[in-house]
């Protein structure tokens, strides 16, 4: 079995972004939000069958650890109540989306987050997600302000209600910000990669693995930055006397195989155990073309890693024994209800 463990509903019906357009222009008017639009099962399933399922079935991968769309979680516009509505209304479509499709997408929650608003007003969501949709992750923005990091690092306590619900449900967090309104940081180009990179290193530099010693982060897009100068941060691990580096992330952070060529590929593989590894492709996201050099989607990870130097078992623990492993409740979820053992 092959699990994709990073995908949106980047695809959605486009009455629910455009309820969304309608829910800001009214906040800043003043004035209450239009009510929620109507969606058809047909209308979810057209925009699958076309999108998501299709890309599954041309590549060969079997279920998708599906989320709402990342820049469009928006947690820098409007209130906590806005983001409450948004979130409330994004996470019931993927619910939507999964029950529609059970064998192939299972559910990731966004969070009402919201710049300099505790992250305590996330729990009630969260616990709605799991017990109610079966969703098995969340996504986690360290930095709901859209780029200009107004929030404490992801080490400081302020962060630590959402970890202890996180061990109660023994559900995981991808680390993934939202879109940028700085304009000296491109969404998808730079603020996607610097979230990605600062929040290893907010984490490496801080106690939550000692405070939550089972507590499971998933770095993006190949850890951004991270694999690349792996030795800058076992040295700075070293100078300021946290220990070796892979004893102190590699028991709690993992990193998705969204990095859209072969050398980038070889490079994660060479430098993260492959224990840490867990496949993903974002398809139908940032990247959607062809590269001329291969003549595939850079998005169509699956590729590279059938290439690359390892042991069939090996892939198999990036394609599925890890993802299994890192979302504590997937085998039970999709057993329990009856999809895939
Ligand atoms: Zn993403």
Known sequence: MIIDCHGHYTTSPRQHEGWRQQQIEAHAAGKPPPPRPTMTDDEIRQTIEGGQ???????????????????G????LGDATISEAWATACNELIYRVCSLFRKNFVGVAMLPQSARVSPKNCLHEIDRCVNQYGFVGINL???????????????????????????????????????????????????YLNGDTAGFNQLMTSSVFKDFPTIKFIIPHGGGAVPYHWGRYRGLAQDAKLGLLSDLMLNNVFFDTCVYHLPGQELLAKVIPVDNILFA???????????????????????????LPLSAEQKAQIFEGNARRVYGRLSRTLEQQGRRS
């Not at 399922?53 to 820049?71: N, W, Y």
């Not at 979680?73 to 820098?76: A, L, T, V």
Request: glycine share 8%; net charge negative.
């Open 281 to 307: 492709s974002e398809m139908i996201g940032a990247v959607r073309g062809i590269d001329p050099e291969t003549g595939h989607h850079y998005d169509d990870t699956k590729r590279y890693i059938d290439q």
């Open 141 to 191: 923005n360290p930095d709901p302000s859209g780029g200009h990091w107004q929030d404490p690092p992801l080490g400081d306590r302020y962060w630590y209600p959402v970890y202890e619900k996180m061990v109660e449900h023994d559900i995981p967090a991808m680390i993934h910000v939202s879109a940028s309104c700085n304009p000296t940081h491109h969404t998808t180009g730079s603020h």
């Open 73 to 76: 979680m928006g947690h820098h």
């Open 53 to 71: 399922l299709k890309v599954q079935r041309e590549r060969g991968t079997d279920l998708t650890i599906f989320s709402p769309r990342a820049a």
